[in-house]
């Protein structure tokens, strides 16, 4: 029986899931951008400095959108 309560949860795990590999994604570009962590052709260029944060943010904005996703209606 997949009720509608079913799917907005099952929605907010999806997405609170997405979040979190977002914001691991874009830590780890970020330091690869800064030069912390080596072994990467994306290693010291500091475009991935930028496009690292800026992920972790809409990471952060997924996670945050997905926790307030019913929250009200409850």
Same mark, same amino acid.
């Given at each position: ?23 691991? $994604? &874009? ?5 690869? *951008? =800064? /030069? #912390? ?6 290693? +010291? ?5 930028? $496009? &690292? ?5 809409? *990471? =952060? /904005? #997924? ?6 996703? +019913?929250?009200?209606?409850?």
């Amino acid at each position: 029986a997949e009720g509608p309560g079913r799917k907005k949860f099952l929605m907010k795990i999806v997405m609170l899931i997405a979040a979190v590999v977002l914001i691991v $994604i &874009g830590a780890v570009w970020a330091l690869q *951008g =800064l /030069g #912390v962590i080596g072994g990467s052709a994306m290693s +010291g260029n500091s475009m991935w400095a930028i $496009i &690292g944060p800026i992920l972790v943010v809409v *990471g =952060l /904005g #997924v996670g945050l959108v997905a926790l307030r996703r +019913g929250a009200k209606r409850s």
